[in-house]
């Protein structure tokens, strides 16, 4: 198994640069997330890494050697695409073990026969082998398809958002199954998605892609708790993240003209010092702010509840005050009514800000 | 605005049942959700609502009027669909206009309706913009505010935000939420998005192969679902299923026997009597995973597992427990992370449980 390296990679089309001076390294057994909305060159860094594309500019690295001038086959990594795409009149096996009759290869039956065994085991499709694969359903696919990049055991797993076409249910189960193929494999993997629940789950680090360039790498954790900038810490978690323009008067962030005012405390205070008269954008996660009937301290908001969404497991409270809307998530048991009077307590501890002009983090 | 009632609606397409017995009460004002996977009828069943389909049989009611047979022209509808259709050579005021235009309104009613229309929506800053120059979610609002401005009785929604990122979804979905609050129109919208259900409608109406599995608030259909489809296809991460049988322990107590595992549960002297009484055998308890807690050390009722995988969103975990050759999904908050392969002990709040028949897959409680 490998590392990946890319340094200062670039592949433009037309005016559009896909992949703007990228630089990054993937260490050796890491589930390395690529996060990004459409449009934001994930997939054409994978298929720079494969060689499906030629880079403009920079450098591919796999287990320190330069693979630019190498051909897809000879990198020795596999890619499993979104739209899964096996041999329609082969069976399963058959699929499993056309990658080993490579003449390459020159593997001998038995081997061959072994290899596949343990891999439909690890796969759960012993029980598919004899069926042809227009008979499987989407799910199966996938699991055939992710089946025969692994028989190759190649260095490096490139996946191109392999579980978009799945049905929600079965992309739940997918993400624990692949999370936990990764784990037992112990291989490289560098996978794709727009998806940030996939992301948070199934990563060891993330990198935050958007118009080509990267924004942030870091663990889940990082990623969510300590985004360095407005866009990280939309794109990341969901209800998303509150976000007020606030003017900084001293301690306190004053936003909507006053409807509503936040005070800083301890540490983020002195933090805020040269900022004082600036303008700021505070960000408050749905979960960080806990709901009261009652006043509570500082950070105490009074608002109303403008709408409820059920979710079950818990209630996202949509909140008024003056003509500024923001989410809370609220235990079922708070049982909020439209239209009532309500206290958001803001857990400042937990809050981000950013500045209003660059949009990064300042505390 | 107006109630919408179906009556006993099939609709049939040569052999296949799309719609099979379909009774609704929409109520004035509300949102009503139809909700399913591909192929469940739903689309049908809207498009019988707005006329462009008619059904086999059954009645439609809309305002207290039978529609059934009348045109979709003739009812007062609008009807908004995943691929906002703009005429292309308009602007976004004259595609808002239009519909107005084609009633021969006058002149300055237009304008009034239309800027009402682009309040409401947040687009006045563009109504001089052809589509070509709109992003996804602009052109979207442009769809919604050529529907708005005619004022009609109810508004229908087919999957209309379903072509879009997952994040921008999200945040359409509150838009359309907070603009059915302000301007409280009877609103049905279809869609296969469980979350998109939960966190848009009022009643959600569940459907599977053209027949209505359940009709419910979001809260009633999490908490108490009817039947394994609707407790499947609702929450995320899904409900846990464990096949169980009843059996007396050494108190002659009825408990739960779990298969693949082996380990028997408590039940409370409620359940058991439904069990009794039904004289149940092959049973499926279905558990959320907010409803599992986990725990490093055996207590009462605990059922011992190993941690097979940690999921960590940001806000909650979820961990997936081994028990047997099944998988058990526990959702904790993110502080709690066990290690991979860690014996664990996992405890069901039997307070919290559904239960149901194994062959006919019906809620027994």
């Keep these: ?363 | 605005m107006a109630e919408i009632i179906l009556k006993h609606i099939f609709k049939r397409f040569d052999d296949l049942v799309a719609i099979n017995d379909l009774s609704l009460d929409i109520k004035e004002r509300e949102f009503l959700v139809l909700l399913g996977p591909s192929g469940c009828g739903k689309t049908t069943t809207l498009r019988c609502i707005s006329g462009l389909e008619v059904p086999d049989e059954g009645e439609i009611l809309i305002g207290g009027e039978d529609v059934t047979n009348k045109r979709a022209s003739q009812r007062d509808i609008a009807f908004v669909f995943q691929l906002y259709a703009l005429y292309p050579h308009l602007t976004v005021y004259g595609n808002i206009a239009f519909p107005l235009l084609t009633q021969r309104t006058d002149k300055k009613k237009i304008e009034q309706e239309v800027n009402r229309a682009a309040e409401i929506l947040q687009i006045k800053h563009i109504l001089n913009k052809k589509p070509k120059e709109l992003s996804g979610g602009d052109m979207q609002r442009v769809a919604l505010g050529r529907a708005i401005v005619r004022r009609p009785k109810a508004f229908l929604l087919d999957e209309p935000i379903g072509t879009l990122d997952a994040k921008f979804r999200e945040e359409m979905r509150t838009e359309l939420k907070r603009l059915h609050v302000d301007i409280g129109a009877t609103t049905v919208y279809v869609t296969h998005d469980q979350s998109e259900a939960m966190a848009m409608g009022d009643i959600v109406a569940i459907m599977n192969l053209g027949v209505l599995q359940q009709a419910g608030t979001p809260y009633e259909i999490y908490t108490n679902p009817k039947n394994l489809f609707v407790a499947n296809f609702i929450g995320t991460p899904g409900m846990n299923f464990i096949n169980c049988k009843p059996e007396r322990d050494s108190n002659g107590k009825l408990v739960l026997r779990l298969s693949l595992i082996d380990a028997c549960i408590a039940i409370s002297d409620e359940i058991q009597k439904i069990i009794l009484d039904r004289k149940e055998e092959e049973l499926v308890l279905g558990i959320r995973p907010e409803n599992v807690a986990l725990s490093l050390k055996k207590e009462w009722n605990y059922i011992k597992s190993e941690v097979f995988v940690v999921e960590a969103t940001g806000s909650y975990n979820i961990i997936d427990v081994r028990l047997g050759s099944d998988i058990v999904r526990v959702r904790t908050l993110p502080t709690v992370a066990p290690k991979i392969g860690e014996t664990v002990y996992i405890g069901i709040d039997m307070g919290r449980i559904s239960i149901f028949n194994k062959k006919d897959g019906n809620s027994i409680m």
């Design chain 1, 1 to 363: 198994m490998a590392e990946v390296k890319l340094n200062s990679l670039t592949k433009t089309f037309g005016d559009v640069a896909a992949v703007d001076n990228m630089n990054l390294e993937i260490k050796d057994k890491e589930f390395f997330v690529l996060l990004g909305p459409t449009g934001a060159g994930k997939t054409t860094t994978l298929r720079l890494i494969a060689g499906l594309e030629k880079a403009d500019k920079g450098e591919v690295y796999i287990d320190n050697i330069c693979v630019n001038g190498l051909s897809p086959a000879v990198r020795d990594v596999a890619f499993v695409f979104q739209y899964y795409t096996l041999y329609p009149n082969y069976t399963v096996k058959q699929n499993l073990e056309f990658p080993l009759r490579s003449n390459l290869r020159k593997m001998p039956q038995a081997a061959i026969d072994k290899k596949v065994s343990e891999v439909a085991e690890v796969l759960h499709v012993e029980h598919l082998m004899n069926r042809e694969t227009v008979n499987l359903s989407g799910g199966e696919m996938q699991r055939v398809a992710i089946g025969r990049a692994i028989v190759r055991a190649p260095k490096v797993f490139l996946m191109d958002e392999p579980l978009s076409n799945l049905d929600a249910k079965l992309r739940e189960e997918m993400r624990a199954e692949l999370a936990r193929l990764h784990l037992d494999m112990g291989s490289t993997f560098f996978y794709v998605t727009h998806d940030q629940i996939e992301a948070m789950t199934m990563g060891d680090r993330i990198a935050v892609l958007n118009e080509g360039k990267i924004l942030q790498i870091g663990t889940p954790n990082e990623i969510y708790n300590s985004p360095k900038d407005v866009f990280v810490a939309k794109f990341v978690g969901s209800p998303a993240i509150n976000l007020f323009d606030a003017s900084i008067d001293g301690n306190n962030l004053i936003i909507g003209k006053g409807a509503m005012i936040c005070s800083v405390v301890g540490k983020q205070s002195s933090l805020l010092k040269g900022y004082n008269k600036k303008n700021a954008i505070l960000g408050i996660r749905p979960e960080d702010i806990e709901m009261s009937r009652e006043k509570k301290g500082a950070n105490s908001i009074k608002c109303s509840v403008y709408f409820k969404q059920s979710m079950g497991v818990e209630d996202i409270l949509n909140l008024k005050i003056d003509k500024i809307f923001f989410k809370a998530v609220a235990p079922v048991k708070f049982m909020a009514k439209v239209g009532e009077v309500v206290y958001a307590n803001i857990n400042m501890d937990r809050t981000h800000l950013f500045d209003a002009e660059t949009e990064t983090c300042i505390v």
